[in-house]
């Protein structure tokens, strides 16, 4: 309920920024708004919310629409976004993430990203028990046969994921690879459903992994945070058991990249 600050004081600069960042909220999330709408979800008097609307569109951050009164957002929002590389993004938002968790669970943690048909992998973080883990960072893995591979494929809408796995080379890396078009679609369907997807000795004999989606501020799955290790101690009872810190783990990230999930603009 919108409170009557008319008669207070002009606001304090940080105030007045909390209160933008939360006009461009709601502007995003309900795809347009008034001066009413906006006044009633963030609790101030609609003077307030002219204001800030007022000082937001001479920035271009919002623009009003064909109904004069309402406003969305506008181009100045995609540029501040597009100014960012998603590379840098990622890793700087999600290295401390993984080394967390790393150092929690005492895996190797990787990030990866959906590239011509492969996983490319941007970060690595060591867990204390797995010292001489190979280096990850840079290279490129499959997807039907790893954890990360098997999340950004789950993430495809069901056409590009049909054409995608249509096209790639299910090649046998071990004799658990799943090389069937059948066998790989119900795993990715099973990722949906479960929100995670594993390999039990798909990619290397001996090496089990997990991974979960992070997501960016429209809710796109844009990259896998995945943490791997032995069989000997890294084995399918193990990894059902830190599903939840995964998802956290992911799930923080994907704040940090601007995922709100009552955030997300409407089309």
Known sequence: MATDDSTRAPEGGVQSVDRAFRVLEVVARLGEAG??????????HKSTVS??????EEHDMVMQTHNRGKYRLSLGVLRLAAAVPERLEITEYGHAVCERLAGKLGETVNIAVLRANTAIHLDQARGPSSVGTHNWIGEQTPLHATASGKVLLAALDPDTRRTVVDSLELHRYTEHTLTTVAALTAELDAAVTLGYAVVVEEFETGLNAIAAPILDYTGKTTAALSISGPVYRFDETRMRAIVPDVLA??????????YRESFIPTA
Do not use: F, N, P, Q
């Open 35 to 44: 001066v009413s709408a906006i006044a009633t979800e963030i609790g101030v």
């Open 51 to 56: 204001r800030l609307l007022a000082s937001l």
């Open 249 to 258: 783990a992911a799930a923080e990230i994907s704040e940090k990249m601007g």
